[in-house]
C-alpha cells in the first residue's frame, strides 16, 4: 500500500455523533452532517473526517461511537443543531484509497498487518478516514494512521 507522512494541525470541529454497530448507518451519519454544512455554505471547499472512536474488539458494537466531522474556522458560529471539539493532530500515516466500501474494507482488513510489518508504531488515537474536495472528486479517499 502508497503512504505518504502527513502532519496534521489541530483542527475545530463540528460533528454528528452515532453510537451503534459501525457499518451502513455511518453512512446515515455523514449524509447528515453534509445536510448541515451544505445549509450553511460550508461544503464546498471543506474536508471532512469519519472517526470510528472505539475498536469494535474491545467495545460491545452497541456502544461503538462515530462521528461525521467537517473541519471548521475557529470564529466560525454554531448553534445548538450540531456538536463541536478538537480534533487533536499530529503524525499520520496518509494512505490514498479507492472511495468505495469494497475498497475501504480492504483497506482496514489489510491496515493492522501492514503497520506491524513496517516498523511504525500506532499511537494511541483513532484511525480516520479524510474526505477533502479535490480527492471526493476523483473518487478517492484517505485513511489516516496515527504514529508515534
Request: proline share 6%.
Amino acid at each position: 500500500m502508497e503512504y505518504k507522512i502527513e502532519t496534521l494541525p489541530n483542527y475545530r470541529i463540528a460533528y454528528k455523533r452515532r453510537i451503534g454497530p459501525y457499518g451502513p448507518e455511518n453512512i446515515n451519519v455523514m449524509t447528515e452532517l453534509k445536510g448541515w454544512a451544505s445549509a450553511r455554505n460550508l461544503l464546498q471547499s471543506s474536508i471532512l473526517y469519519a472517526v470510528p472512536l472505539d475498536n469494535p474488539e474491545s467495545t460491545k458494537p452497541e456502544d461503538c461511537r462515530f462521528d461525521a466531522c467537517i473541519v471548521i474556522d475557529n470564529n466560525y458560529p454554531l448553534d445548538n443543531t450540531i456538536s463541536e471539539r478538537d480534533l487533536l493532530g499530529g503524525r499520520y500515516l496518509m494512505f490514498k484509497i479507492r472511495h468505495t466500501t469494497e475498497a475501504i474494507q480492504e483497506a482496514y482488513t489489510k491496515l493492522h498487518t501492514w503497520i506491524q510489518k513496517s516498523g511504525y508504531q500506532m499511537d494511541n488515537k483513532p484511525i480516520m478516514e479524510r474526505y477533502k474536495a479535490d480527492l471526493l472528486k476523483n473518487h478517492y479517499c484517505e485513511i489516516c494512521v496515527p504514529i508515534k
